[in-house]
């Protein structure tokens, strides 16, 4: 089946950082999502991508969608406190389906 | 707008108990799913329903039934739990297939 590799699996920053993480695969998603998780709580999605080379921001976040449909990467500028969870990445094919990889462990020292 | 709710959110069981996991979306939309989610395994679909009246088992289907109620809700149940059934089911809904999906609360399972 398909399969996401997402790095690095976790990141200890000092707030004020900037951030970045990634997703990689061997198949071609028609989708690209990123979810952020905070302990106890369900995934939250952050930002879809749904065109090969689309880059997009939600605030201080930015993603883009990798032009050969493999790969998308996730940055965080200037990072605070509440920023600390796990982010997800998902890739959506042409089945009804999301792929995720196994998440990132942000931990933000103040 | 509620989104997705789960009940409950707690839950143990002896082993060979059964239960439901109930999930409800108020959203308008057509996909529904449920997950486990065990550390270190990431999320991991359990089954799905495209739309009202179908479903289709997921990744890790065994040990599970699932019931596409009507529009909005879709159950899981579990016949006989065991051990390894201990995790955090999440519910999700999304309005087209294979678009974003939103997340439940989650349910946390622990089977004794």
């Known amino acids: 089946g398909q399969q996401l590799n997402q790095s690095p699996q976790s990141m200890f920053i000092q707030e004020g950082e900037d951030v970045s993480m990634n997703c990689t695969s061997s198949s071609i998603f028609n989708t690209w999502l990123w979810y952020k998780q905070d302990p106890g709580e369900g995934p939250v999605l952050l930002i879809a991508l749904y065109k090969a080379g689309e880059l997009t921001s939600n605030g201080r976040l930015t993603a883009q969608f990798g032009i050969t449909r493999k790969d998308s990467f996730l940055n965080i500028s200037a990072s605070i406190p509440s920023d600390v969870g796990i982010y997800f990445c998902a890739g959506g094919g042409s089945n009804y389906k999301l792929t995720f990889g196994k998440g990132t462990l942000l931990t933000v020292n103040p | ?112």
């Not at chain 2, 839950?11 to 109930?22: A, D, E, I, P």
């Not at chain 2, 939309?29 to 989610?37: G, L």
């Not at chain 2, 809700?73 to 016949?79: D, G, H, K, N, V």
């Open chain 2, 1 to 112: 707008n509620a989104g997705v709710t789960q009940t409950p959110k707690f839950q143990v069981l002896k082993t060979g108990q059964s239960m439901t996991l109930q999930c409800a979306q108020d959203m308008n939309h057509n996909s529904m799913y449920w997950y486990r989610q065990d550390p270190g395994m990431g999320l991991r679909l359990i089954y799905y329903s495209a739309s009202e009246g179908t479903t289709d088992k997921g990744e890790v289907p065994n040990g599970y039934n699932v019931s596409r109620l009507n529009k909005r809700e879709f159950s899981l149940r579990l016949e006989s739990a065991a051990p390894s059934q201990t995790s955090v089911y999440f519910c999700a809904s999304s309005p087209v297939s294979g678009s974003e999906q939103f997340f439940g609360p989650g349910t946390r399972l622990t089977v004794l």
